[in-house]
């Protein structure tokens, strides 16, 4: 049997991604800590900015509001999330994030399960500008480098 042991990984440690809008840092992972049922992080959304609409096939997602003023539509429906809130995202749901206060929001988030490899975990409905990314572009996780790049969670 492997011995596990926890892992720590300080927020400066991780690179921030903001292709989708905010600064995602998932911190906890397969790669970062050897996870092997899910990966955990932290969003940092700036007033007025956005993370983009997108879905995970395979993965509920877990949400915690630490601070700030965030509105998240699901499947198109707002709904307000300030701090202290948790919320369930089912696999599947179309979802976005909007900083809609005057100060920084941070939430944690964490998927899981896993899905069966990286590029098939997340996918785009449109881009860090809001612009609608087509179906066949969105679901392509299973095409070329480039695509797979652009879709990994």
């Known amino acids: 049997m492997i011995k596990r042991h926890p892992g720590v990984v300080d927020l400066s440690e991780v690179e921030p991604n903001t292709?989708?809008?905010?600064?995602?840092?998932?911190?906890?992972?397969?790669?970062?800590?050897?996870?092997?049922?899910?990966?955990?992080?932290?969003?940092?959304?700036?007033?007025?900015?956005?993370?983009?609409?997108?879905?995970?096939?395979?993965?509920?997602?877990?949400i915690y509001v630490v601070c700030g003023q965030l509105e998240v539509d699901l499947d198109g429906?707002?709904?307000?999330?300030?701090?202290?809130?948790?919320?369930?995202i089912p696999s599947h749901m179309r979802h976005r994030f909007r900083n809609v206060g005057k100060v920084e929001a941070r939430m944690v988030f964490h998927l899981g399960p896993l899905a069966p490899s990286p590029p098939l975990g997340?996918?785009?409905t449109e881009d860090a500008e809001?612009?609608?990314?087509?179906?066949?572009?969105?679901h392509a996780g299973a095409g070329g480098p480039a695509e797979r790049s652009r879709i990994r969670s």
């Open 19 to 62: 292709r989708r809008g905010g600064d995602l840092r998932a911190m906890l992972t397969p790669t970062t800590v050897g996870s092997t049922s899910g990966f955990m992080g932290v969003a940092i959304v700036q007033p007025g900015d956005r993370i983009a609409e997108h879905y995970h096939p395979y993965s509920e997602e877990f």
């Open 77 to 88: 429906e707002p709904h307000p999330l300030q701090p202290e809130q948790g919320l369930l």
């Open 122 to 124: 997340h996918v785009d």
């Open 130 to 138: 809001g612009r609608p990314i087509p179906a066949e572009a969105a």
